[in-house]
């Protein structure tokens, strides 16, 4: 008797199982890194599937998101207005896009001060963006100090690649 009832659970088991399973899709998706290609409508500029005024737009728009910085330095030099300049020209073309500076330093000095050195160089970045007409309002500043290097390594072309302040466009 115990011998059937066990039988029976095991074929009620199996028959749920097999009534639950998925049936295959009849069209498979793309295999992930394989997109369809898409034809643009005639007359209409190509596309790679950004889209103005994205994260992606801004990132691919620009110079470059990163400004570096001297040792102990958070002053906006040459090289640093260029790449901020061109963050500005794009900033400006999307009004409502708004954007947040993440200051950074390397890994020497204790945690406060290189949380106020990543606060200064954030600034330093986010006062020259607003001198060329970006609405402070659109921008926040966060440091890091040296709690998320880019480059890992004791030696000093790492700590000049964390000497550094960082654009992120925030999308809604």
Known sequence: MARLTTTLLLATALAATAACS????EVLPPAPGEA???TPAPGAPPTDGVAPG???DFRRSITSDTVNFGLDQADVDATARTILDSQAEWLQRYPNVRIQL???ADERGTREYNLALGDRRANAAKNYLAAKGIAASRITTISYGKERPLALGSDEESW????RAVTV????
């Open 36 to 38: 369809p290609a898409a």
């Open 160 to 163: 000049a690649q964390n000497r």
């Open 22 to 25: 998925k049936k295959r899709p």
């Open 54 to 56: 994205s994260a992606a």
């Open 169 to 172: 466009a925030v999308t809604n």
């Open 102 to 104: 993440e200051g950074h």
